[in-house]
């Protein structure tokens, strides 16, 4: 038997494998169908060592929860440089690992990871910015492990009733223990501003939105989340990033910018606004994490909240005096957005940026140019074009949700509908998130009535209580 691995990757050394240190994936991994991951290059050999221990005694297949190793999950088994401190995590509520958490932290690295976010494996922030900091971090590990357990049972309708329990568990505990954080960051105890704990407050708030939105129905809690969010963005915004998260700050401002974006337009309240500080130009962030989200259409998300609030005023303003004002903001916002240019050279990156812009350009036009403009001919010709080229099994296509919905609210004409609804059919089947079921069994029934334009219009003012969208 030869000599356990020093220098190889962390499947080989947790198992006490020799590791002929191939890359990306090494012989052994190949052979045993183990994700080949291999340790960060910044942090120190005998760091990974030392948290190695004490989990080392147990089966590599059943807990190496950190190493993708999935027979038919992937055709490919991904390839990914997670710090090797993920080798020791400390799981919550127990002293040793139980199966059930496990198999949740494992769903989490094989599957609902990747399908949150665009960008994959080791690009993708909640894999290799998430998980570093819930080591160390109780309320985000239960966070996540509900957010993953909440995915799984979308994902397997009949899952066993102690997954479940786990799920609702974690889900009780995290709650619970964000009322805490709360209470001791603004409570009346606080000594002092911790802006860093707030970061992570905040950041555990949306973990909890996409919770909710991968069940896809509870939209009162969703605003709830939301509320919280950016009540806590609020008051961020202008403080000064420690330079220890400045990954952390670039993922939790993506995901709320994000989220808080297109909420804007399926929602019971007015449109919140962007702070400005987060409405700038996509290239002041940089990092390898930004892009998970928003891709390269950062830019285009910091103009739904704008369209929105222009839409919003213009329903439900009846003084034919505003008219003019309108119209100028509306010919303003247009130029904006046609004058737009993706800064990316991936294909599908572009064209989903190209999707979100089409679509704001459609409820612009729809409300301002009427309902049988040839721009809107133009867009949804545009649609066709872009979904016959994204594959809806491509990466970005986990975000296309909201500008098929918006497309979906605007389409007459069966031959669109049907284009709508066959591309989110394969997304749920895809991704497995209840907000695209949602979207999808939201848009069959509006369907089945005739609209007129009034009635389309209502929506932006949310007075059909539709689900919020993301």
């Known amino acids: 038997m030869g000599a356990r691995s020093r220098s ?60 993708v190793a999935s027979v038919g999950v992937r055709p490919k088994v991904p390839t990914t440089t997670i710090p090797p401190s993920l080798s020791h995590v400390v799981l919550p509520g127990s002293v040793s690992p139980v199966s059930e958490t496990w198999t949740l932290l494992d769903h989490y ?21 998430i998980l570093p900091a819930a080591l160390d971090d109780e309320l985000l590990m239960n966070s996540i492990l509900a957010l993953s357990g909440t995915h799984l049972m979308q994902r397997t309708p009949h899952l066993s009733r102690e997954i479940q329990t786990l799920t609702w568990s974690s889900y009780r505990r995290a709650l619970k223990q964000l009322r805490v954080a709360l209470s001791m960051a603004f409570g009346e105890r606080s000594e002092r501003r911790n802006d860093e704990a707030i970061w992570n407050i905040l950041l555990v708030v949306l973990i909890f ?19 919280g969010a950016h009540h806590l963005m609020g008051y961020l915004t202008g403080s000064e990033p420690g330079h220890s998260q400045t990954n952390i700050i670039l993922l939790t401002t993506e995901l709320y910018v994000y989220n808080a974006s297109l909420a804007s337009l399926t929602t019971n309240y007015t449109p919140t606004r962007l702070p400005f500080s987060l409405t700038i130009n996509q290239n002041t962030f940089t990092g390898s994490n930004f892009g998970a989200m928003c891709g390269c259409a950062y830019e285009l998300f910091t103009y739904v909240p704008k369209v929105s609030e222009l839409l919003w005023e213009f329903a439900s303003n009846q003084f034919a005096s505003l008219e003019e004002r309108y119209t ?50 133009v867009s949804f010709r545009n649609l066709e074009m872009i979904l016959s080229c994204l594959s809806p099994r491509s990466p970005m296509s986990t975000t296309v949700t909201w500008p098929l919905f918006a497309f979906g609210m605007m389409a007459h004409h069966d031959r669109f509908r049907g284009l709508i609804r066959s591309y989110l059919q394969s997304l749920v089947s895809i991704f497995g998130m209840g907000v695209m079921s949602t979207a999808l069994a939201q ?5 089945q009535i005739k609209h007129d334009q009034d009635d389309i219009g209502m929506f932006f003012m949310n007075q059909n209580n539709l689900p919020l969208i993301c």
């Not at 990306?24 to 221990?53: E, K, Y």
């Not at 939105?209 to 509320?227: F, S």
């Not at 848009?443 to 369907?447: A, G, K, P, S």
Request: charged share 25%.
């Open 443 to 447: 848009l069959e029934q509006f369907w």
């Open 209 to 227: 939105y996409l919770l909710e939105a991968t069940r896809g129905n509870d939209p009162k809690a969703m605003q709830g989340h939301l509320d």
């Open 8 to 67: 190889g990757c962390l499947s080989c050394r947790r198992r006490k494998k020799k590791c002929d240190e191939k890359k990306p994936i090494c012989t052994a991994c190949l052979r045993n169908n183990l994700g080949c991951v291999w340790p960060d290059p910044n942090t120190q050999d005998g760091q990974f060592a030392s948290r190695l221990h004490g989990l080392s005694t147990r089966s590599a297949v059943e807990s190496d929860a950190w190493a």
């Open 109 to 129: 690295l094989k599957d609902t990871a990747n399908h949150l976010a665009c960008l994959q494996d080791g690009r993708n922030p909640f894999l290799h910015t």
């Open 328 to 377: 100028t903001q509306y010919h303003y916002l247009k130029a904006q957005i046609e004058g737009w240019r993706p800064q990316s050279e991936e294909k599908d990156m572009v064209l989903c940026a190209e999707l979100y812009r089409q679509s704001l350009l459609l409820l612009l036009d729809f409300h301002f140019s009427g309902h049988r403009s040839q721009s809107l001919d």
